[in-house]
């Protein structure tokens, strides 16, 4: 089980008022974490019948990739941003996958 992937799910949910600004800040960690050692993807999803709802949808070649991510200079930046932007703290999930 340790060769295997980590898959995160990391929801955020914006104020109603601060959807466009939210997107932005989130648009902006793309670039930066598909150029990332260890990341197999790296997707944001906005939920169509609730445009607040942003989901991230990730998958890493370890634990050591999804950990350097989480400390990269570029997200914890974003996530010093976050405040007056969302409606909670970001739930972030880790699964493994089965087949």
């Known amino acids: ?14 104020l109603p ?3 466009e600004e939210l997107k932005v800040l989130l648009l902006e960690l793309l670039e930066p974490t598909r ?3 260890g990341v197999i993807k790296y997707e944001l999803l ?13 998958e890493w070649e370890s634990g050591e ?17 976050l405040a ?4 909670a703290p970001p ?3 880790r699964y493994h996958l089965w087949e």
């Not at 340790?2 to 949910?13: D, E, G, K, L, Y």
């Not at 400390?71 to 974003?78: G, I, R, T, V």
């Not at 007056?84 to 409606?87: H, I, K, R």
């Open 84 to 87: 007056g932007l969302t409606a």
């Open 65 to 81: 990739a999804l950990e350097n991510h989480l400390a990269s200079a570029h997200l914890q930046a974003a996530v010093a941003q």
């Open 1 to 14: 089980m340790t060769n295997q992937s980590i898959h995160v799910v990391a929801r955020v949910v914006a």
């Open 35 to 37: 150029k990332e050692t």
């Open 91 to 93: 739930d972030i999930r």
């Open 46 to 58: 906005q939920n169509q019948s609730d445009p607040t709802d942003f989901t991230f949808v990730e």
């Open 17 to 19: 008022n601060k959807v």
